[in-house]
């Protein structure tokens, strides 16, 4: 998935006179997307750069040998879930695919990924907010045709 960038596509409009007590609003920019991050190898989910320091903080935290995986499961109200844990390097399975981040602050990890799982989230980006409401990891699913208010849950 490509991420969406903020252009200016407001249309071109001849200058007219306001009147002195209607001052015209300044036009304002919409915000830049956040710099989105693939694997090393160029694949895997985009992991935009406020999510990549949460990840490499908790990584971190969590200690030599856990490696993030992400996945999907059955659940939520619109039938599928995202999930995500640390597991152990043995926890591995021979057909997960295996994608190293290198975050620039922090050290390189790994996130795994089981094969029906990434036929769901393939293209996903993977954001970080810590809004006081609505905070925490966001998912934006390009393979989604249905997503919940809470944006936890999917329907493909």
Known sequence: MTPNTA?????????????????????QAAPAAPAAHTAKDGKGILITEPAMKQLGSLMQQQGEGK?????????????????????????????DEQYTYEPTEAPSFQVICDPKSLLYIYGMQLDFSSALI???FNFTNPNATQTCGCGSSFAV
């Open 7 to 27: 252009t200016d596509l407001a249309p071109t409009m001849e200058p007219q006179a306001a009147p002195a007590a209607q001052a015209a609003p300044a036009a």
């Open 67 to 95: 490696i993030l995986r992400v996945g999907v499961r059955s659940g939520g109200c619109s039938g599928m879930s995202y999930t995500m844990d640390f597991v152990d390097s043995p926890d591995i399975r021979s057909d």
């Open 134 to 136: 609505g905070g925490g």
